[in-house]
């Protein structure tokens, strides 16, 4: 399946197909105009690396990997400087594409690093974790981390080309296809009722691995992120912002459990879907109903519902203060996103904190 993201002369093609990767060449080959191919990738994606490797080198295509170590510190400023580096000591020109073969991470910084290497090169996405697949490798937000925060410093930069391979998710461990799931689901409580049912029925065999239910949910979903992306590019209207369901919330419970592997990020949206629409139902604004389907699918899937099932149990102020350092945060309010219902979500700015906090108190812990 092949999926269009409409910007103009920046516009690229998202390639969706399990077993892919081993014939990536097949698309890679004509952007790589006989050059030699700089792969950036990290140590847990080295079987996949040597796949695709493997695959440029049968079309006779030569190329380069660039190794990092895993995780989230690998999106700093030593990181993107030693890839910036190595992408200049391999001679990378302008108009060369790097590949970013890995999740989130390896997506985020090596954007980054093609946003200024040279003033800009092309860069084509292979994401490999189902969160990659199905968010953060579309739609051109790259930025690393700092002392003050996460993603603070980054550009947007499009991708030439995104591929991505569900095959490669066999590899990936179950948490993390979990996690990955809770975006998916999102698209479906934005806009989208219907595939929401759609998750209803197919979530537990895609994440069981079938292959048809994978590539169902990632085609869906990122058709979903190229309109939304396409309608408001740069986040100034309003309609990007609405990918942001769940994050306030989530981004303090991740906070709290300081950005590390107590809570992984799609965990921490889950939860705070949940708790997005039970603030919703306090508000007067969505069914009990709807807040509470919402939250039985996320437990059914094995995703945290809510502050207990995520394993907070900080103090309402606690985690009103994270939401207060929220980069959002602009002029003393907090944009929120809440919902009239599932597939009914809007931006909201008149939200108070304390509000949010009377709320979190009646949470169960
Ligand atoms: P990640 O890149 O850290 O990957 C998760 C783990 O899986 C890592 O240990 C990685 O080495 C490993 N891995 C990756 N692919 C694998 C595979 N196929 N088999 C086995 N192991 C594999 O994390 P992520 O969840 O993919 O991404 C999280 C990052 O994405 C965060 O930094 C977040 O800020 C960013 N993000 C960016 C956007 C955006 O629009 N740019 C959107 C959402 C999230
Ligand atoms: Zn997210």
Redesign the pocket.
Known sequence: KTVTVSLGDRSYPIHIEAGLLPRAADYLAPLARGRRMAIVT????RP?LAVLQASLEAVGVASEAIILP???KT?SWAMLEHVCDRLLELGVERSDHVVAL???????LVGFACSIVKRGCRFVQI???L??QV??SV?G???INTSAG??LIGAFHQPAMVLIDPD??D???AR?VR??YA?VVKYGLIDDFAFFEWCETNGSALLAGDADARVHAIAHSVAAKARIVAADEHETNGIRALLNLGHTFGHALEAEAGFSDRL???EGVAAGCALAFRYSVRHGICDRQDAERVAAHFRAIGLPDGLAAAGIDAPSATLVEHMRHDKKMAAGTLPFLLARGIGQTYLDKTVDLADVAAFLDAEPR
Do not use: M, W, Y
């Open positions: 990290d140590e847990n994606v996949h895993p995780g989230e999106k890995g999740g989130g991470v390896i997506g985020d994401p490999t974790t969160l990659s968010d953060s739609g937000k790259t930025a996460k993603n490669v998710l590899t990936l461990p993390q996690a990955g975006e992984l990020h799609g």
